[in-house]
């Protein structure tokens, strides 16, 4: 399977990566940068610096936009820095990469992967749907020609975490989710209704801890700072949501989800804006291009999640893959 990280590389999306990484049916052919947890270019380094670390300085790593469709700017919220650090890997330090972001744009990767590897191709956004959209509006015809998509966003059966509507990936760039949602593209979405019921705790860190490696003691230390932040956004939860890498895990096992089969749209306008819900106009259509998980198998993902990190930063399948 081939596939591209869309990523505002914060904590999660870092775990995402080193999913990614130790699964042997996966081939990453490239991460494209997004803002988000932190800025673009700044997820663009530790999107380098991490697959450094991994093993991996093979994967390509592509600058995408910097804001969402509609704006100019954008700033980091102090809530995302509360949660993933001032450097969006729990104020972790890691070396930088000797390498730099590929020349050419995000946009036009994702749209000559999908026209080289086509269904072949899964493409896993887990921030805003900003690069997507803009690759969409460009290429159009790549909504046809892609194997799926697989985002971290939105809420369906349960409250937002910006609002009781919003979720903060679609939050970022409603206007683009919307056009990707009512694309017509095969898309898949793993939002808070599954995200927040997958959980690691700092029993699982410490497992990582002891492999002993320079990569698994920083997923360790990363990854305790979320659980950290998780102890006072959430305290009810009694860990921190593993909501990027569930992308990662759909994209390999769609199995690991019940899904509902419904066609969706995100509220542009009033006091919802933001909100992820069945489009009321394409609700009887008998074509549904949207499946939106309900269940997840929490033990078993768990076990895929832990396993396959382990991999990873134990280096056995970098090793491997020289």
């Avoid at 988000?36 to 093979?58: H, I, K, S």
């Avoid at 890997?89 to 994702?110: C, K, L, N, Y």
């Avoid at 056009?179 to 997958?198: N, W, Y």
Wanted: aromatic share 6%.
């Amino acid at each position: 399977m081939k596939l591209i990280l869309d990523l505002d590389t914060g904590i999660d999306d870092t775990l995402a990566i080193a999913y990614a990484l130790g699964s042997p049916e996966v081939d990453l052919i490239g991460i494209t940068g997004t803002y988000g947890n932190v800025r673009v270019e700044q997820g663009v380094r530790n999107a380098l610096a991490v697959t450094d670390l991994l093993g991996f300085p093979n994967v390509p790593v592509y600058q995408g936009l910097g804001h969402a469709s509609r704006k100019d700017s954008f700033e980091v919220q102090p809530i995302s820095a509360f949660i993933h650090g001032d450097n969006g890997i729990g104020d972790v330090s890691i070396p930088d990469s000797s390498r730099s972001a590929e020349q050419g744009s995000a946009v036009d990767f994702i749209i000559d992967a999908v026209k080289t590897y086509g269904k072949d191709l899964v493409y896993v956004p887990t921030g805003p749907m900003t690069n997507i959209d803009a690759a969409l509006k460009k290429a159009p015809e790549i909504r046809d020609s892609i194997g799926s998509i697989v985002l971290m966003g939105g809420a369906l059966t349960v409250p937002g975490n910006v609002s009781a509507w919003s979720e903060a990936n679609i939050s970022q760039d409603p206007d683009a989710a919307n056009a990707l949602f009512r694309s017509g593209a095969p898309a898949t979405m793993i939002g808070l209704d599954v995200t927040l019921q997958t959980l690691l705790t700092y029993n699982d860190t410490r497992k990582w801890r002891e492999i002993g490696t320079k990569a698994s003691i920083f997923l360790a230390d990363m990854t305790d700072y979320y659980i950290k932040a998780y102890e006072t956004t959430a305290p009810h939860l009694g860990g921190c949501g593993l909501h990027d890498p569930l992308a990662v895990g759909v994209a390999v096992d769609p199995s690991l989800v019940t899904v509902l089969p419904i066609n969706m749209q995100v509220d542009v306008e009033g006091p919802t804006r933001g909100r992820t819900i069945g489009d009321g106009e394409r609700l009887n259509d008998a074509h549904k291009t949207m499946r939106v998980a309900v269940g997840v198998d929490v033990p078993r993902f768990l076990k895929e999640f832990m396993h396959r990190t382990s991999v990873a930063v134990s280096g056995k399948r970098s090793n491997e893959a020289k």
